[in-house]
């Protein structure tokens, strides 16, 4: 199973005028109106989190082979972009925790992937743990969570 991850389409900038009184397209406006807007389809999977030594884990699984493979190509592909996970509710953020504090490495798994966010710096750990500590919470009230590399997501979860 799919989640579809959407972005709104363009919108038409303002009109400028030239000097011969004609109205011509803006800077980066288009002269036509956009078809639909960017589409993304990512995979949906269960999720579990737990603290370690330095930060966090991130268990990411999915029970199709096909969900697994897309899983697993877009971590291949993205996960040198900085880590940011975000629970929604309702379609509301509930909650975004952005990893930039910590070092983020993605590991495959016979399922899915294991993200692994950890940091030297002991202030540095107390928030990447915090920040494991908010998204279970959110999960266990019915959040879904969207992980992210370099803002790009790449995978939909629950518990």
């Known amino acids: 199973m799919f989640a579809q991850m959407t972005d709104r389409p363009m ?5 400028t005028m030239n000097p011969m009184g004609a109205t011509m397209p803006g800077m980066g406006m ?3 109106m956009p078809s639909a807007g960017n589409m993304l389809m990512v995979p949906r999977c269960t999720m579990r989190m737990e603290k ?4 966090m884990k991130m268990y990411c699984s999915c029970e199709d082979e ?7 190509n877009l971590c291949k592909m993205l996960c ?3 880590c940011s996970c975000m629970c929604m509710k309702n379609g509301m953020c509930m909650c975004q925790c952005n990893m ?5 490495t993605c590991e495959m798994t016979a399922d899915g992937v294991c993200i692994t966010c950890t940091s030297g710096d002991k202030a540095c750990c ?3 743990q915090a920040c494991c500590d908010c998204m279970m919470a959110c999960m266990e009230a ?7 590399f370099g803002g790009t997501p790449v995978c939909c979860c629950t518990l």
């Not at 919108?11 to 009109?15: D, E, I, L, V």
């Not at 370690?52 to 930060?55: A, F, R, S």
């Not at 930039?100 to 983020?104: E, I, L, V």
């Open 66 to 72: 096909v969900g697994c493979a897309t899983l697993q």
């Open 11 to 15: 919108t038409m900038g303002p009109a």
């Open 100 to 104: 930039a504090m910590c070092n983020c």
């Open 142 to 148: 019915g959040c879904m969570c969207c992980v992210c």
């Open 30 to 32: 288009t002269t036509m």
């Open 80 to 82: 040198d972009g900085m």
């Open 126 to 128: 107390d928030m990447v």
């Open 52 to 55: 370690c030594p330095g930060g």
